[in-house]
């Protein structure tokens, strides 16, 4: 549980035995998390704290492969993540049963915006307390110590800025951030509540959807910051030191570098989130390393920001050159730099997600593109996608996993694109060698995705899905579960969509013939259970409905 142990959650452990209930009852935690992997001491234990009345009240995320402890946990109402445990799948399930405990303090002297924002982030599942002035935020942050904080700027008695400036002072509550909403919008109100520590800035009207979102991607980041790497580079060794110590205690991985030599070296092997870097460095200087940076594909796009002093000069050339982020003056208190450094990447994981969008949807175009050469293929990644969804809905429970599976069906013949046309479109039977490149499809497909890495959580049902569970597929000849769950899933959609659609050389068949040849591969080609969960999804529609292509 080292990805819990890396954040501000405080762990504890109990063994999986009948004295779990005794443990948790001691503990009382916020949470508890289970991997339940099918052993009868594990299941056991887990049916020891569920039968326990004053426990109840306890949620849990439970860990399991296995369809009988999912549905028991499901009727528990606890949360449900698939073995083997992927890291981000946990974190999700832990941002969403979190909710209910995490409170926010909304501080604004208009009752209408107090009682809209409290309407709204209340049935978002948060707790959230409010406060008519600035001097009554300021108390319940320090009486309350609430998770995150929404402030308009003028208020009585003490504006927004104070009452940031006095969170950010107060050493129990200097971590927790500051969302300001205000009607001021100015660059020079933007700055000013940055200035004293604010994580993100709004104008009003606020569009309660965007808060939301922003609220998410605090938590969001808070959460991820044991995976987040930030690179020092100063030649002081006592600054060094204070930063490297501030930022671990945050829960930042945090590399450190002497000049702009060794910080060159760290960017190209670490590849950090963020660099701050001394404005005055041995060496390499500060504009050289920026450059050098630039110049490779991996570390052009990392954000720098500098640190100066208030005796730095520095003109608009090398300013333009530089590019930062940010300039932050030294001194300056480490809660600041943190919350900088909390935008900042902030922005960029933004920035990364409408790139991989924008990325995606290239690629669905090629797909489609692909596709319609062939009208007995046309929409056929559409249907495999759909069909893959409704097995995915039983065995995923997060919205992440599930349009990570969707993806990769939409995208698992996207191999295909290096096939030659001779072979792709031949209207007839292939020959074995035909065949032969044929089947190098999930191979190329995973050579196409692999280079780009935020696709790299799709590969495994792009490369899979026409693996057995007999071990006679390809490319690999993997058994049974050592098929990861979302190539098993998509070979089921993607056979029920092949043998239901019409080929130059025979009729798609009917759905009742369709069904037994499903069910007759069950076990030797197709996972049993991803069967059995489709068919039952089938028969819950009342009828099946696939795109017919149309002949253009």
Not at 29 to 34: E, G, R, S, T, V
Not at 326 to 343: D, Y
Not at 516 to 543: H, I, N, T, W, Y
């Amino acid at each position: 549980m080292q990805v819990l142990e890396t954040r501000s959650y405080e762990v504890k452990h109990a063994p999986l035995d009948p004295s779990l209930p005794e443990a948790v009852r001691r503990d009382r935690p916020q949470l508890a998390i289970l991997a339940l992997d099918g052993s009868p001491e594990g299941h056991a234990a887990y049916k020891g704290l569920r039968a326990e009345p004053d426990l109840k009240g306890v949620p849990a995320v439970v860990c399991t492969s296995q369809e009988a402890i999912r549905a028991e946990a499901q009727a528990a109402k606890d949360r449900v993540i698939a073995l083997p445990l992927d890291r981000d799948a946990l974190l999700a399930a832990l941002e969403h049963a979190a909710r209910p405990f995490q409170t926010i303090l909304v501080a604004d002297d208009e009752p209408l915006i107090r009682r809209m924002f409290s309407m709204y982030l209340g049935n978002e599942g948060y707790r959230v307390v409010t406060a008519e002035n600035g001097d009554d935020a300021i108390r319940k942050v320090r009486e309350v110590l609430p998770d995150l904080v929404i402030t308009d700027i003028k208020m009585p008695l003490a504006d927004g800025y104070e009452v940031c400036r006095a969170i950010k002072t107060y050493h129990e509550t200097q971590g927790i951030p500051v969302i300001i909403v205000s009607a001021l919008g100015t660059e020079l109100d933007i700055d000013k509540g940055f200035n004293a520590g604010a994580n993100e800035y709004l104008t009003k009207p606020v569009d309660l959807v965007e808060l939301a979102g922003r609220i998410q991607n605090i938590f969001r980041g808070i959460a991820l910051r044991g995976r987040e790497r930030i690179l020092v580079v100063t030649p002081s060794q006592i600054e060094r030191s204070v930063l490297d110590y501030g930022l671990k205690q945050q829960g930042f991985e945090v590399l450190s570098a002497r000049d702009g030599q060794e910080a060159a070296e760290h960017a190209q092997k670490e590849i950090p989130g963020v660099i701050l870097c001394d404005l005055e460095i041995p060496g390499t200087s500060i504009v050289e390393l920026r450059d050098q940076l630039r110049a490779s594909s991996k570390t052009k796009d990392i954000p720098f920001v500098v640190l100066t002093s208030r005796t730095s000069k520095v003109d608009k050339v090398k300013r333009d050159r530089l590019d930062a982020a940010a300039f932050l003056t030294k001194p300056f208190p480490i809660e600041r730099m943190v919350a900088l450094i909390e935008r900042i990447l902030g922005e960029r994981r933004t920035k990364l997600e409408l790139e991989r969008e924008l990325l995606i949807a290239t690629i669905r175009s090629l797909v489609q593109a692909l596709e319609a050469r062939d009208r007995y293929t046309r929409g056929h990644s559409d249907n495999v996608a759909r069909y893959t969804m409704m097995i995915a809905d039983h065995f995923y429970d997060t919205d992440d996993e599930l349009k990570r599976i969707e993806l990769s069906a939409q995208l698992h013949d996207i191999g295909k694109i290096g096939i030659p046309d001779s072979i792709l479109l031949n209207p007839g039977k292939l020959s074995d060698a035909e065949m032969a490149v044929m089947k190098t499809h999930p191979e190329k497909g995973e050579e196409i995705l692999k280079p780009i890495p935020s696709l790299q959580d799709i590969l495994p049902g792009v490369r899979w899905h026409h693996e057995r569970m007999d071990g006679r597929g390809y490319p690999d000849g993997l058994r049974a579960e050592d098929i990861p769950l979302q190539a098993r899933i998509i070979a089921v959609a993607d056979t029920f969509d092949a043998i239901t659609s019409d080929r130059p050389y025979r009729r798609g068949m009917p759905i009742e013939k369709a069904v037994a040849v499903m069910k007759s591969a069950a076990g030797d080609q197709l996972d049993p259970e991803c069967v059995e969960v489709f068919l039952r999804a089938l028969e819950k529609q009342g009828a099946l409905k696939v795109k017919v292509p149309q002949e253009v």
